[in-house]
């Protein structure tokens, strides 16, 4: 397994791509990440996310179509897909491309297994993500505190 990373947007929000021998996972492609994506994920699978907020979400669309792709989430995040309380992501929900996860669920892609993680707080759905000992934390934590808990839904 190979990890590449890369920040996006004003929240400075990590996008991941998870390689695999033949195949890529894309976890949190926050905005402006599709075009680093195309560039960078030779055969991306799935799309993970550690949340619904829309600094995690806003390329799911547009790299879920691309690709033909799934979007796992916790189902608990549905509220951000559907309607933003923030108002800032527009996309319609598209619900073709999401698998609503139940909390702790286990996602089996290619005989890798992730665990998602229920740690609510920041979002209602909050998730860490667990790929062969490796974890994804979304905003549960920040470098030097713990993820906020001052939105909506939080």
């Given at each position: ?36 994506i ?23 669309y ?6 033909n792709?799934?979007v ?30 139940d ?25 860490i ?10 905003d ?14 939080s």
């Amino acid at each position: 397994m190979e990890i590449e990373k890369r920040a996006f947007g004003e929240y400075r929000t990590n996008c991941y791509l998870v390689r695999f021998g033949g195949f890529d996972i894309v976890i949190d492609p926050g905005i402006g990440a599709f075009e680093w994506i195309k560039e960078k994920a030779k055969n991306p699978v799935a799309i993970l996310l550690t949340h619904g907020h829309f600094d995690h979400v806003w390329d799911i669309y547009k790299t879920a179509k691309y690709y033909n792709i799934k979007v796992y989430i916790n189902y608990l995040d549905e509220v951000f897909l559907k309607d933003d309380p923030f108002h800032l992501f527009r996309e319609e929900f598209q619900p073709k491309y999401i698998s609503f996860l139940d909390s702790n669920s286990v996602v089996n892609l290619d005989k890798i297994n992730i665990k998602f993680h229920h740690l609510p707080g920041h979002s209602p759905g909050s998730s860490i993500l667990e790929i062969e000992n490796c974890y994804f934390s979304g905003d549960v934590i920040f470098r030097n505190s713990i993820g906020r808990f001052d939105f909506p839904y939080s």
